[in-house]
Structure formats: C-alpha cells, structure tokens
C-alpha cells in the first residue's frame, strides 16, 4: 500500500512538472490564436478545453475499470488477508467516515 502511495505522488509530482508544457497547442493553433485580439483573449480557454479533451476518455475508461474490476480485486484482498486483518480494516473505514 505505502508502495503505492509513493508510485501515485511521484505521478503527481511529474505531471505538476510537465503541465506547462502539456497546455500548449499546435502551432497553427497557437499562430491563430497570437495573431488576433480576440484570440488571445480566448488563449487560455482555448488550453484548458484542450486538457480537458485529453482527461476526458481515461476518467470514463478508467471509471468504467474500476467499476468492473471492483469485486473481483475486492474478492482477491479477502482471500490473501487473513480474516481478523479484513475485519480491522473494515472498522478502520467505518471509524473514518464522517457521521450524518
């Protein structure tokens, strides 16, 4: 799990690195968008739909994943964790949960 957690945050962390370049356009876009008042005002709109495009189809695909995937890797933790581990577990979660 820890592991994990260290694979995610240098995820984040190179990807914190890498936006700026990532916001970019092409660059007949870019010469468009530089050369017009209009489109310069549009510029940074014109980035953020273009990131969006790009994080759209691996929220869904990776959504859908998980929604599938979800008991049989939820069946495999109960298998290999013993069953007082699953328990504790279990309560840790309920524990965490705010109260309504």
Request: glycine content about 4%; aromatic content about 4%; charged content about 15%.
């Amino acid at each position: 799990m820890r592991k994990a957690l260290v694979v995610g945050a240098l995820v984040l962390l190179l990807a914190a690195i890498v936006a700026p370049l990532a916001s970019a356009q092409c660059v007949m876009c870019k010469t468009a968008l530089t050369d017009s008042p209009e489109g310069r005002a549009i510029n940074q709109t014109f980035n953020r739909a273009i990131l969006l495009m790009l994080v759209a189809p691996y929220a869904i695909v990776g959504t859908l994943m998980a929604t599938v995937f979800r008991r049989p890797l939820a069946a495999v933790l109960v298998q290999r964790l013993r069953p007082g581990r699953v328990r504790d577990l279990l309560q840790l979660t309920l524990l965490r949960r705010p109260a309504r």
